[in-house]
Every structure is written in C-alpha cells, then in structure tokens.
C-alpha cells in the first residue's frame, strides 16, 4: 500500500523546518534552510542553499541537492545524498547509505552497517563501528576503516586506502593507489595501477595487480601474491620462516591445475643484494635485500587466496 507523505514547504528565504509525527515530504526550497524529520519514513530535499538536513526516528531519505550541505541520518536506515556541492554526510545508529555526488565530499558510517559511495570527487570516507562497504568513485579519495570488518574500493582515482581495526579488504582501483593494513588480517589488492602496498599489524595478504607495484609486510607473518601475465612486484620486508610467497596464474580456470604455478618452474636468481622470481622470460617480482640461496619452496604456496 502506497504511503501518502505529508508535504511541507519552506520559502526563498533560509527556512527552519520541522517533520510531523507522520510521514512527510519536505522541501527546503531556495535558502540555507535546517530540516529535521520527526516520527515517520520522510522524504527530505534542501534544493538550492547549503542546508542542514537531519533525519530522526524512521527509515528517511535525506537529498542535500544544490550547495554545500551537512545531511545527517537518524535512528532508521535511511538513505543521504549530497548531489552537486561540497557535502558532509554522516549515518546514523541505523544501516545507511550514503552517496556524495559530484563534489568533493566527506561521508563517515554510523553504529550500523553502512555503505558510503564518494561519487566522482575527491572524497573523504571514513568507516566507524559496523561492517561497512567504502567506494570512493572516479576521484582522488581517502578511505579509512573503522572497528569492524570493512570493504575498501578505491575505484577509478590514485586513491590512498588504509585499514581500521577489523579483519578489512583493500581494493585499490585502476589508478596509482596507495594501502596501508590496520590492525587486522586484512587483504590488500592493487588493481591495475603502479601501487604501493605496506601491511599492517596483523596476518595480511598482499597482490599488486598488474602494475608496477612496492609491497612490504607488516607486523604480522604476511603473504605475498604474485601471478603470472601480471605486473612485477618489488618486495620489501620478506622474512624466511615468517612470510609466505602465494603463486598463481590468474589467466586459468581457479579450479583447474592450470592455476597454481609450481616452485620447481620459477627461476630464482641473485642480483646485487636482492633475489628475483621469473617464470620463463616473466619477470615476477624482486625479494629486496634478501638472499637467494635461502629461498626454498617451503616459502612458497599455490593455495588460492579467498578474496571474496
């Protein structure tokens, strides 16, 4: 059964207004206008003006539209946009979902479990207690986790990613991204850019993409992907007995034998202070400042990661 929405409208002016305990449509309309929701599922637009938008008690849908605005969810799982300026939004105790738009933006989840869209500026998100999903979109964004188990998607920008508390996944996009671990297990993946990957505290898994990429572990004992048909991997931080080399051939099926690459089929080579990994004439990765002659396969895996 459709809801019929209360409507509510504000002036040319700068507007105080405030929602019914029933369902409301409200526009700000022109002006720096502050709206609050009140009992029921509201739909609330600011249009022109740098507004203040809040949603209370309900499940709201919250439109910053034109100017620099501040768009606030309640206790309900609500749904905020900023649209065209630059905005600040922030979720509430409820599961939100946030959307920038096209300015640069600031986005932070709420207590709940929070998904956050940048949109195509240069974006700030920031995840907080719950398991919360970040894409930053098509600029230069910053991503943090937060408490919980997070997912980071740095999208098409050079995107700089770092990881909160929680056991978090790192995706750096297509740009030149740089991702930092937190002090989970977390999983960090370049994509296809030039990326720098630096674990952190815990057990990490690391995989450049098919770039030119700089990896270096953690506090943890950290594990290493690297593929054939990629990018070459500088390693940093790669300890005997601690750290772990994962090979796979990202081109096969994952469930055919085609897909691990065996030890016995790479080429370890010293060159200067550093070892290389090569398969045929494919130039895998740099072991910086490690010997080879310490390299062994029990330093290697062929388990394929689990990057869901």
Known sequence: METTLNPIAGTATDDALVGTLNADKIDGQAGDDTIRGNGGNDDISGDAGN??????????VLNGDGGDDEVRGGTGDDTLF???????????????ALTGGAGDDILRSGLGNDILN????????????GDD??????????LRGGSGNDELLGGRG????????????????????VL??????????????????????????????????????????????????????????FTNGVDTIALFDFSADENSSDFAIEFASLGITQVGDD????????????????????ITDADFTTTAPDLT
């Not at 999903?133 to 964004?141: A, C, I, K, W």
């Open 118 to 129: 940048g949109g195509s500026g240069n974006d700030a998100l920031r995840a907080s207690s």
């Open 275 to 294: 070892t290389t990994i090569s398969l045929g004439d494919d130039l895998l990765a740099t072991l910086v400042n490690v010997n080879a002659n310490t």
């Open 180 to 237: 930092r671990g937190g002090g989970g297990n977390d999983e960090l993946i370049g994509g296809s850019g030039s990326d720098r990957l630096v674990g952190g505290a815990g057990n990490d898994f690391l995989l450049g993409g098919s770039g030119q990429d700089v990896l270096r572990g953690g506090g943890g004992s950290d594990t290493f992907g690297l593929s054939s048909g990629g990018g070459q991997s500088s390693i940093t931080g």
């Open 158 to 177: 050079n995107d700089e990613l770092v990881g909160g508390s929680g056991d978090d996944t790192l995706d750096g996009g297509s740009g030149n991204d």
């Open 82 to 96: 900023g649209k065209r300026g630059d905005d600040r939004l922030f979720g509430g105790s409820g599961n939100d």
């Open 133 to 142: 999903m970040l894409d930053g979109g098509s600029g230069n964004d910053v």
């Open 51 to 60: 507004d203040r938008l809040v949603g209370n008690a309900g499940n709201d």
